[in-house]
């Protein structure tokens, strides 16, 4: 999961702090500080992870693209220029657009923002910019929330009380609102110091950047693996009494499987292990192969490993979530009925791999398969309606055509509770039964009377005539054959 840094460069961070010794330190160089000690973390345990940095005052700069290369950021970090005032708006407006050119907008990012909490004033400033979140034009947009998966990850070099003095700690926190809740806000306790602003940042990489240590296992093979970024918990909104499920630390592996193309993943994790034995094996196996591996994760949890190339020399081994459950891949069928071919009473693929048990078909007809009345546009609307119209002009002859389309336009309307549109039919056939010819067959101004009055009874909401599963049949007339003229 790529970093973007967003580093406040603004007049206020270069505000005195008093500090022990005799050396005089700003909030800019505490700010380097924290940043110089999650810079140091990530080179170790998040190696494989890019980061980006990024310098704003009223405009912003990037100082770093998204590089693996921590000497890189440490030294844009120790050659910081200070500018004017603080425009946020701004800043949050541009690490969107480099997330998206870099990434797009399906790839996860964390957004770590580090200010003093002096959010500018007048025109530009976050007070005003969220002041008129709900007064934009399109174009013009709060740049939150952001367009990709995100966490807004917030440090104050300023502690608590210095915040809430003043709204910056509301403005903040409605940032974060903004951002669908998903971030947090970290401030300093006691003095600024160097103490505390380590204190402080040592509470974000326990957070977001703690290194998640697990042991892969496959029959008597295993190895440690660290897996980063840290898994996140996953829960399932379908059940009754929801609970977060979390990756055991312990995965099994539970088989391979030839692949062209690899699904989309629901999250993609990079693995690197610390011991060369099983996990170099299963990796190169997977990448000279070109197979993918399924793991297992939790109770009904899977996922799968395959080998992804960075460039020409390099690969990782990657694991992909699936969604909670034992039948993650419909067209998989149960994972826990997976087998090997050999154990089938007869080769599922054929004596000559002329055929697949895969996709397994679905029990149940699925809705989508049916013809069902859709109306995106309002042409595909008109042109039920004329059909219904040009029938009705070539009555008797099309009188079970007419019925049938009659019926499926009322069935869709009455699923939709569009009673205007049955309504307003009525009163088209009404229109068209008063400019027959008089030529016209005397059955279908019976037809077309008998057809606008049943579509009236049933916009009233009639339990009878509205029922969806009942139809109108054609009216039974002597010109139709039918004896007596009476309505059915």
Same mark, same amino acid.
């Given at each position: 999961?790529?970093?973007? &840094? ?70 844009? @970090? ?16 541009? =690490? ?43 174009? $013009? ?7 990709? #998966? ?63 240590? /697990? =042991? ?11 897996? +980063?970024?840290?898994?996140?918990? &996953?829960?399932?909104?379908?059940? &009754? ?44 196996? @997977? ?69 697949? #048990? +895969? ?34 002009? $070539? ?26 549109? @049955?309504?307003?039919?009525?009163? @088209? ?12 067959? #005397?059955? /279908? ?10 579509? $009236? ?16 049949? #054609? ?14």
């Amino acid at each position: 999961m790529p970093t973007a &840094v967003l580093l406040d460069s603004s007049l206020s961070m270069t505000r005195p702090v008093s500090v022990e010794g005799s050396e005089e330190f700003q909030r800019k160089n505490l700010a380097v500080h924290g940043l110089t000690m999650l810079f140091e973390h990530m080179a170790t345990n998040y190696r494989l992870e890019f980061t980006s940095l990024v310098s704003f005052s009223s405009l912003w700069e990037v100082l770093v693209p998204f590089t693996r290369d921590y000497n890189t950021l440490q030294e844009a @970090l120790n050659n910081l220029e200070d500018y004017d005032k603080t425009c946020l708006e701004a800043a949050l407006q541009g =690490v969107s657009n480099i997330v998206q050119q870099e990434w797009g907008t399906s790839c996860p990012c964390q957004v770590v923002l580090v200010t003093d909490g002096a959010l500018g004033i007048g025109r530009g400033s976050l007070r005003h910019s969220l002041q008129t979140v709900k007064q934009r034009v399109e174009d $013009k947009k709060f740049p939150l929330p952001f367009p990709f #998966p995100s966490k807004l990850y917030v440090m104050c070099i300023a502690n608590a009380e210095e915040l809430q003095a003043t709204d910056s700690m509301d403005n903040l926190e409605q940032l974060i609102n903004l951002n669908g809740g998903e971030g947090q806000i970290y401030t300093m306790e006691g003095p600024l110091c160097l103490k505390s602003v380590q204190s402080m940042f040592g509470k974000l990489i326990d957070q977001a950047y703690s290194p998640f240590h /697990a =042991v892969l296992r496959c029959g008597n093979l295993t190895s440690d693996v660290q897996v +980063f970024p840290r898994p996140e918990p &996953v829960t399932i909104d379908e059940e &009754v009494d929801p609970m977060p499920r979390t990756v055991q630390t312990e995965g099994d592996e539970i088989g391979t499987g030839a692949t062209d193309d690899t699904e989309e993943e629901t999250s993609t994790n990079q693995m690197a292990g610390k011991s060369p034995n099983f996990c170099v094996l299963l990796h190169g196996s @997977l990448k000279v192969e070109g197979m993918v591996a399924l793991v297992q994760l939790g109770p009904d949890w899977f996922g799968m490993l395959y080998s992804q190339a960075d460039s020409k020399k390099k690969s990782n081994l990657m694991m992909s979530l699936f969604e909670p459950g034992s039948e993650p891949l419909p067209w998989l069928g149960r994972i826990s009925q997976l087998g090997p071919a050999s154990d089938a009473a007869e080769n599922p693929y054929g004596e000559d791999d002329s055929k697949s #048990p +895969f996709p397994i078909q679905p029990k149940h007809k699925r809705s989508y398969a049916q013809n069902v009345t859709v109306w995106i546009k309002a042409s595909g609307l008109q042109t039920d309606v004329q059909k219904i119209l040009r029938n009705a002009r $070539k009555l008797p002859e099309k009188t079970q055509t007419f019925y049938k389309e009659l019926n499926r336009l009322r069935k869709a309307a009455l699923a939709f509770g569009f009673w205007e549109l @049955l309504k307003s039919m009525a009163e @088209l056939l009404e229109r068209e039964c008063t400019l027959l010819s008089d030529s016209a067959h #005397p059955d /279908a101004a019976f037809q077309l009377s008998h057809a606008a009055q049943q579509l $009236k009874l049933a916009s009233s909401g009639d339990s009878k005539y509205a029922a969806y599963e009942h139809n109108i049949t #054609p009216m039974l007339t002597d010109f139709s054959g039918g004896g007596g003229a009476h309505r059915i």
